[in-house]
């Protein structure tokens, strides 16, 4: 072996030493600091109090995460109540403008308990949910990332949508209404859904459905109560229809239209793709933004468009990519799936092996990802990155096997 090679090696060799160690001094500091807020650090334990020491500090680490993941999902959300904007609307018809300055950051709202108000989306959210209000007026003027708007336990309610939204659920709600503006309501996966809503009218093109969920025929069946029985409006060749859903495994189905190949015209097909398309460029213009949870919005909304009409070739680009933005997120076994289904759909998709790699890199399986990152290279040798991860995983596996042999 070369001298160039063996100080390759040493350097590797350094460079996973001090990974290391860096880790295992953030572990102890973890765990001492778990521990001294249980107060172990005052006490001399016998071997079984020892381990349920044990137990309470994993317990209190693993609430520290919870609570930052918490703090995390909190710190997009906005909750708007009936007092917040009192000083905002002298009265029930003017409409207070959910924009920029009104979000300050804020990517997920949550009208709550609000009553005689009008309120129009003027900038992207995420989502949006609408809980116990009461006279309360909507109006959709912007996109919705996930195009969803969640409605529970509300009553005289307008939702007004001029910008495509393809989910609306209503549920145990009463005297609403929801209008549609033009193209905003006919694609392949559009649906408003409802279950437990009583006179529901639902406005587009022209046309008017009327729902209720008893006299549509809502029973129960089996612990599922007549208010849960799930019901579907939507488009089907240009009439506007309300069907019950019937389960088929995990998925819901219409008795007129279900969600398979085989029921999917061309042009709804051709349509269906343009849709994921258009998914996955936003996806890829997030990624270069460094915004690693929106691509992610992005890319599922494109897979779970995409998935009833499989096979296809975007479909495994997708699943790439979305495990890309794991892997920056630091959620590798979301990766590790994502990446491995992309491999099974598509065996010699580059990126997909590459990620794959690198996931069972991240998550300590160093003797897989060298396998992988082989047949990466196999299919692509001048792959500089694969080159490198497998080397490194190379240099972990070795690493991992003198201390078993040294154990």
Avoid at 29 to 52: F, I, T
Avoid at 175 to 185: G, K, Q, V
Avoid at 323 to 349: I, Q, R, T, W, Y
Wanted: contains cysteine; glycine residues 4%.
């Amino acid at each position: 072996m070369s001298k160039l090679h063996d100080e390759k090696y040493r350097n590797w060799d350094k460079l996973a030493n001090e990974l290391d160690t860096k880790l295992d001094v953030e572990e102890s500091l973890e765990k001492e600091e778990a521990s001294k807020s249980l107060g172990h650090d005052k006490a001399v334990y016998s071997s079984s109090q020892a381990e349920e020491v044990k137990k309470a500090e994993q317990i209190a680490l693993l609430k520290t995460a919870m609570s930052k993941q918490k703090e995390m999902e909190d710190s997009l959300k906005l909750v708007v109540t009936n007092e917040d904007d009192d000083t905002n609307s002298s009265s029930s018809s003017s409409s207070i403008i959910v924009d920029e300055n009104y979000l300050k950051g804020k990517k997920v709202v949550v009208f709550r308990n609000v009553e005689n108000k009008t309120y129009t989306v003027s900038s992207p959210l995420i989502k949006v949910f609408l809980e116990h209000c009461k006279s309360f007026t909507l109006n959709v003027n912007s996109n919705i990332i996930t195009q969803h708007i969640e409605i529970s336990n509300c009553s005289s309610l307008t939702l007004n949508v001029s910008q495509r939204c393809s989910t609306v659920q209503i549920d145990l709600s009463s005297s609403c209404t929801c209008n549609y503006s033009p193209s905003t309501f006919s694609g392949v996966d559009d649906r408003l859904y409802h279950a437990g809503a009583t006179d529901l009218k639902v406005n587009y093109a022209g046309q008017t459905v009327e729902c209720d969920y008893v006299k549509d025929g809502a029973r129960q069946r089996g612990e599922q109560s007549k208010e849960e029985y799930q019901f579907a409006v939507f488009v089907n060749e240009g009439k506007l229809v309300n069907e019950p859903l019937t389960r088929i495994g995990n998925k819901f189905l219409t008795g007129d239209i279900k969600d398979e190949p085989s029921a999917l015209t061309s042009t709804m097909i051709t349509e269906k793709l343009k849709e994921v398309a258009q998914h996955k460029e936003e996806g890829n213009e997030a990624f270069k933004n460094g915004e690693y949870a929106q691509a992610v919005l992005f890319y599922t909304l494109g897979v779970e468009k995409v998935t009833p009409i499989l096979p296809n070739e975007i479909y495994p680009m997708l699943l790439s990519n979305r495990s890309a933005c794991f892997l920056k997120l630091g959620h590798h076994e979301k990766a590790l799936k994502d990446a491995s289904e992309c491999v099974a759909v598509s065996p010699s998709n580059v990126k997909g092996l590459f990620r794959k790699g690198v996931s069972l890199h991240a998550m300590g399986q160093w003797k897989e990802a060298c396998e992988v990152l082989t047949e990466c290279l196999r299919l692509e040798p001048g792959n500089k990155q694969a080159k490198q991860a497998r080397q490194f995983a190379e240099v972990k596996l070795q690493m991992d096997m003198r201390k078993r042999m040294g154990a």
